[in-house]
């Protein structure tokens, strides 16, 4: 499944666009997140950390996390995009069972609340 995700890496604050792979991060794409119809801070903003949204917007499926594995300031989101043919749930099982992504939310020092 074609992936994007926005946020940071496993070890390093700063938040990036990337495309995710099958196994890994390609962390050589792009950093354009203005090419999205909506802004990749609104679905989880003002809640608590591990708050967890899920939108469809467009042809957009979107599920967001409030807060990052590494970068504890303020603000900081793990949003996963795409614009693939399914459903919210089978987005959120294909995020799930990646190998990176769950290594991610392990990695979070709060609750992630699916």
């Avoid at 794409?29 to 203005?34: C, E, K, V, Y």
């Avoid at 950390?49 to 996390?65: C, D, H, T």
Wanted: charged fraction near 25%; hydrophobic fraction near 35%; charge should be neutral.
């Amino acid at each position: 499944m074609k992936v994007e995700y926005y946020g940071t890496k496993l070890n390093e604050k700063g938040h990036f666009l990337r495309d995710l792979l099958s196994e890994s991060l390609d962390w050589q794409s792009r950093l354009n997140t203005s090419k999205f119809p909506f802004d990749i801070y609104s679905f989880t903003k003002g809640n608590k950390k591990g708050f967890v949204s899920k939108q469809i917007v467009e042809n957009y499926k979107i599920i967001a996390i409030e807060g990052s594995c590494c970068d504890h300031r303020w603000g900081t989101v793990s949003v996963f995009i795409t614009t693939e043919n399914v459903t919210l749930q089978e987005f959120e099982d294909y995020l799930l069972n990646h190998k990176w992504v769950k290594e991610m939310i392990e990695l979070m020092p709060f609750e992630v609340k699916f």
